[in-house]
């Protein structure tokens, strides 16, 4: 991909009010790649409103957006801790943040990334959901007793938008004999699990911690952390998610309802709730037929949860007009024909080829998934002081 990362002297958040806005920026680039626009400011505010609602330690789960003008607002916006799943992601926060708390958070590591993990990068935190990456870990690490290690409960679907149930997770009786097995290795010994990305039910953390008391209690072991993982939802058209509040309140009362004997410290591994609403993509229209626009973003670059998914997303058309709204569905840039994205984007009924049209709420798993499949890999990344797009819905 060809990418353009300003050069950042001062804080992201201190520049803020200097960027330009994506209309100047279109104005005056007439795009015709895509142009992905980061909102630094937007990106450090999500941040500050998730630490201080959460009674625990924040943690970026950094596959989301990794881009590094992403990563440095959200750690201005108070983020000192991150969810790593590569030695990749790892040696890229260590090589920006000296001091950042990182914790590997993959149930299922190659050898040499645990060892490189722990001895170069200071990581002591690790995940298993088996008794085989136990030893991996253990072996690699070799036992210094100074690791915090977490057991990964599996957890039935509990109404995510994208489930992730089946593939990670030890069951109940298998968490409870890792929970015995690692105990006595461990400086702190944790519980996490991951409820699916995009969960609009704050009712899906208070069953799946009532779940991991259940593996604590029955282990009989004394459990110093409780991960109770990612997936805080974010609006979307047709998806209006409840407040930030309302899933504290029942994780709270979750926690309450376990009556352990010490309350556990309470981790969190949120992506998407930092990161949506911090990035648009502008998109230029190459082609119309009928109610289809031809852009050039698609299901292979920025755009791929708009393709199977269906995820819908705020749009608006940059330039003015009189025309009325109506619903489009859109084709991608590559040749396959599964690069269709069916909306519907509601945009007005003049849109045509050499239009602009900003997308919002892309910061999550969207320019992360870029490929470079059918030569469709240029684009654009650029700063801007824009807040939340002023799209439709
Ligand atoms: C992807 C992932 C996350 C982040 O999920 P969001 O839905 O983006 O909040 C957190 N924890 C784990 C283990 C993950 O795999």
């Known amino acids: 991909m060809t990418v353009f990362f300003p050069q950042h002297t001062a804080s ?48 970026y789960a950094v596959k989301c957006n990794p881009d590094p003008i992403v990563l440095r607002a959200l750690w201005d916006g108070g983020v000192r801790h991150f969810d790593c799943a590569s030695i990749a992601e790892v040696e890229l926060i260590r090589g920006m943040f000296p001091n950042a708390g990182i ?25 298993f959901d088996s008794a085989v990456e ?13 690791l915090d290690l977490v057991v990964r409960l599996a957890l039935p679907p ?29 400086l702190r010994l944790g519980v996490s699990f991951h409820v699916g990305s995009q969960c609009l039910d704050p009712l899906a953390w ?32 047709g998806m209006e998610p409840p407040p930030l509040g309302a899933f504290m309140a029942e994780i709270d009362a979750g926690v309450e309802a376990l009556n352990l004997p010490m309350r556990p410290h309470l981790w969190a591994e949120p992506g998407r709730a930092l990161v949506a609403a911090g990035v648009s993509v502008v998109v230029q229209v190459q082609g119309r037929r009928g109610n289809a626009l031809y852009i050039n973003d698609g299901v292979f670059g920025s755009l791929s949860d708009a393709g199977p998914p269906g995820f ?37 009924g003049d849109a045509h080829d050499g239009d602009w049209v900003e997308i919002g709420q892309l910061g999550a798993y969207s320019t992360a998934l870029r490929t470079r499949f059918n030569g469709f890999d240029r684009a654009r990344v650029v700063e801007v002081r824009d807040g939340k797009i002023a799209g439709t819905e």
Request: hydrophobic share 45%.
């Open 134 to 146: 136990l030893e991996k870990i253990l072996g690699e690490t070799g036992d210094a007793g100074d």
């Open 103 to 127: 914790y590997f958070m993959h149930p299922i590591k190659a050898r040499p990334a645990i060892a490189d993990a722990y001895r170069l990068h200071d990581v002591r935190c690790f995940v």
């Open 12 to 59: 992201s958040f201190d520049r803020a009010p200097k960027l330009p806005c994506v209309d100047d920026l279109v104005a005056s680039f007439r795009p015709t790649e895509p142009l992905i626009c980061l909102r630094p400011a937007t990106l450090v505010a999500a941040a500050e409103d998730f630490v201080a609602a959460f009674p625990g330690q924040t943690m």
């Open 158 to 186: 509990l109404g995510a938008v994208s489930d992730l149930s089946a593939k990670f997770g030890a069951p109940h009786d298998e968490a409870v004999a890792l929970l015995r097995a690692a105990r006595p290795h461990a």
């Open 206 to 237: 208070r069953r799946a911690i009532a779940l991991a008391g259940a593996a604590i209690a029955e282990a009989g072991v004394a459990v110093d952390v409780l991960d109770i993982g990612g997936g805080f939802p974010v609006p979307y058209p």
């Open 312 to 348: 819908r997303y705020p749009v608006r058309l940059m330039r003015p007009t009189e025309a009325s709204l109506q619903n489009f569905a859109c084709w991608g840039p590559t040749c396959d024909s599964n690069d269709f994205m069916r909306g519907p984007f509601v945009l007005p």
